[in-house]
């Protein structure tokens, strides 16, 4: 029997420890996951995309510079070609021509344009924030899930344990003559019981292990333990709640999308002033509209143009523009709820389960001491088997229940952090920069997304458990 125990308690062992990579901190799963995460690149993608944007709306401040040149066949029948004696005449007709055209005053419309895209590229940013946030999170999710799976799948092969060696003792009683087929019976099916959890919880381990692998990038070979508590939490929940209105990076995105919004109001407004132009132009042609010779100019003007009816298609273009300001204020004071009830959830899981964790440890201790003192009692044949088989089941659920409980308290705090919009800050973390190699990212992943780390120690598992597990006694 404890040639089994030893077996079945190394193999739990290894899933632990699954290769030769390095080992995780829940800090350096959640950098992985925030440099390789494709939302957070495409995130990042569509800033630098943003960048771009505003600097093609600058260009409007700068003059624009056009030339343009051709040669070619010109048949003219004018006044010019008749004055000359011709009925018509052909010529090689060639002409160049530069215009330089500065903008001197368009309305605002630049400086609108400018404003706006300013706006969408800080909105990008603080969505690029929020994103990373929400990455963070689900790596510290799933590399939770991954130790607290691991743990329950210890617990359940203790748990085996257990019912192996107290199935071994009434198997000896019933070989003696002194036990009762029905108590092998019954030890035997809680047994199978305990056999069916360890499963149930290998395959949720095996799950925790994808999710990490989807959102780290990365197989849970070797994970570092967390900590129980985690810094920077405020001292209540409208401190919370304030600091959660004054940083998320998506409620700061909103108020960018806001100003933008104003901004491009205000750029529909051109319509309404004329446009100044200073151009600067010269032309250098030859044979010309069927009169030989050369016919250059150069020209410096100020031009102004000024639009005077379209149809009420600048007024639609204003009402349309403050419609899409109020469509922005309601989108950020939706996010402003979102924000809040966000807070308000995690903070009352925080307080709930940290309340239920001190209970917890009660239960745990004293049903391992009603475990201890039935285990006594049955040996000395003063409590039935019925009774020892239900205490050790309550021992292992209340260590369940705490373990799950603490996963919760934890993941609770690293939710108020995020609620905050601080979850990267107080980890130290940061998103990827504009140059990463994103073809060595899918090229990594796609070489380890049929891996495991768990699956040759759990098959090499359940073999050893079949191969130990008795026949059903005869009756």
Do not use: C
């Amino acid at each position: 029997m404890s040639k089994k125990v030893k077996t079945v308690s190394l193999l739990v062992s290894m899933l632990t420890v699954a290769g030769p990579s390095a080992a995780y901190t829940l800090t350096e799963a959640v950098q992985r996951a925030l440099e390789t995460h494709p939302e957070v690149l495409a995130e990042t993608s569509q800033y630098l995309s943003r960048q771009q944007e505003l600097e093609q709306a600058r260009s409007g401040y700068y003059p624009k510079v056009d030339v343009s040149a051709g040669i070619g066949y010109e048949l003219s029948d004018n006044n010019a070609t008749r004055t000359q004696g011709y009925d018509d005449r052909e010529l090689t007709r060639k002409e160049a021509n530069i215009v330089v055209d500065q903008m001197l005053f368009d309305g605002y419309a630049v400086s609108s344009e400018v404003t706006r895209q300013d706006a969408r590229v800080r909105a990008q940013q603080h969505t690029i924030q929020g994103s990373g946030q929400q990455v963070a999170l689900e790596a510290i999710d799933a590399y939770l899930k991954v130790l607290l799976n691991r743990t329950l799948v210890a617990l359940s092969t203790d748990n085996l344990s257990v019912h192996d060696r107290i199935l071994d003792q009434v198997s000896l009683r019933t070989r003696a003559g002194v036990g009762r087929s029905s108590d092998l019976e019954q030890v035997t099916g809680r047994r199978a019981a305990a056999v069916s959890s360890l499963l149930s919880d290998q395959v949720n381990l095996q799950d925790a292990e994808s999710g990490f692998l989807s959102v780290v990038g990365d197989l849970p070979r070797e994970l570092a333990p967390a900590a129980e508590k985690v810094a920077g939490l405020p001292d209540n929940l409208d401190a919370a709640v304030r600091t959660g209105l004054d940083n998320h990076p998506t409620l700061k995105s909103a108020d960018a999308d806001v100003d933008a919004a104003k901004a491009q109001s205000q750029a529909a407004r051109n319509g309404f002033y004329p446009k100044f132009n200073l151009e600067l132009g010269g032309t250098w042609n030859d044979d010309l509209d069927g009169v030989e010779g050369r016919d250059h100019d150069l020209t410096a003007m100020i031009r102004m143009r000024y639009n005077l009816y379209s149809g009420g298609r600048d007024q639609a273009r204003v009402r349309q523009t403050e419609e899409l300001i109020n469509q922005a204020k309601d989108v950020r004071n939706r996010t402003r709820r979102q924000v809040v009830e966000s807070m308000r959830l995690s903070w009352s899981a925080y307080k709930i389960t940290g309340d239920q964790l001190d209970y917890l440890r009660r239960h745990i201790s004293a049903t391992e001491y009603t475990r201890d003192a039935y285990a006594e009692q049955f040996r000395l044949g003063q409590r039935t088997l019925l009774d020892l088989l239900n205490t050790e089941n309550e021992v292992f659920q209340a260590r369940r229940s705490y373990q799950t409980t603490l996963h919760d308290h934890l993941f609770a705090q690293y939710r108020i952090l995020a609620a905050m919009g601080a979850l990267m800050e107080t980890l130290g973390v940061s998103g990827p920069s504009g140059d990463t190699d994103r073809a060595a990212i899918d090229e990594q992943f796609s070489g380890i997304a049929t891996e495991s780390a768990l699956d040759a120690e759990i098959r090499a598992q359940r073999a050893r458990l079949h191969e130990f597990a008795p026949s059903t006694p005869s009756r």
